[in-house]
């Protein structure tokens, strides 16, 4: 069975530090892709990355970065120098083949305050 | 507009009626998905659909519940004899087909049900 778990419920920070979001997910499939959504105030779900199975690559994008290790099933997502514009829902999900096409779990989110 | 478009944004409805909900994917999406997400939780999983056929029903939660996809583009979900315990927003989304499909999904706003 897929299983994603972001522990922190609600993070709360001041403008300009730096804070990680926990993913730990479970699967069964040897192919897989690892997303994290953003959802807004305004209600919308927004797609800011996926990786694949095969690439352990931490990706930097901006003040955003990610660090996708296999061998503790970690998905982390860091916002450096955050942003009052940074408050939002972030969820982790996961995708993984299965017969027809892909199915995308999601987390139970983690609601990030960012206080001016 | 180019994105996911969900009717209605807001339904509110009496314990024991039944309810559609439409969906009207990305242009040329085969693969198209719903949601659920109650207050303070993440999106659950209901079913998606792989052109006009269901490839995955398995997070519908009991016969209430069914969606349809007939011509592989608009999909309706409907609920009959709906519960308070229906009460959520409904989430469309959709993804590109299935030898391009890498599982990122597009949301749409939502509609939101309340049941009284």
């Known amino acids: 069975a897929q299983k994603v778990t972001q522990a922190q419920t609600e993070i709360s920070v001041v403008e300009k530090e730096d804070v990680t979001l926990d993913c730990v997910y479970e699967t069964r499939d040897t192919t897989y892709y690892l997303f994290w959504y953003k959802q807004p105030p305004s209600g919308e779900l927004v797609f800011l990355i996926r990786r694949n199975s095969f690439d352990e690559q931490n990706e930097i994008s901006g003040r955003y970065s990610w660090n996708f290790q296999k061998s503790t099933s970690s998905f982390n997502f860091t916002i450096t120098a955050s942003q009052v514009v940074d408050s939002a829902v972030y969820f982790c999900a996961l995708s993984g083949f299965n017969t027809g096409g892909f199915k995308t779990i999601f987390g139970a989110g983690t609601r990030l305050f960012v206080k001016a | 507009g180019a994105g996911v478009s969900q009717t209605p944004s807001n339904k509110v409805t009496e314990k024991g009626k039944y309810v559609e909900l439409r969906c009207d994917p990305i242009?040329?999406?085969?693969?198209l998905y719903w949601y659920r997400q109650s207050l303070g939780q993440g999106p659950e999983f209901l079913i998606y659909f792989q052109g006009t056929g269901a490839a995955d029903d398995s997070g519908l939660p009991n016969d209430r519940f069914f969606a349809v996809r007939p011509e592989g583009s608009v999909s309706t979900l409907k609920i009959q004899r709906t519960e308070r315990g229906d009460s959520a927003v409904y989430l469309c989304?959709?993804?590109?087909?299935?030898?391009?499909?890498?599982?990122?999904?597009?949301f749409g706003e939502g509609s939101r049900l309340t049941v009284l």
């Open positions: 242009s040329g999406h085969t693969a």
């Open positions: 989304a959709s993804s590109r087909g299935l030898a391009e499909n890498t599982g990122e999904l597009f």
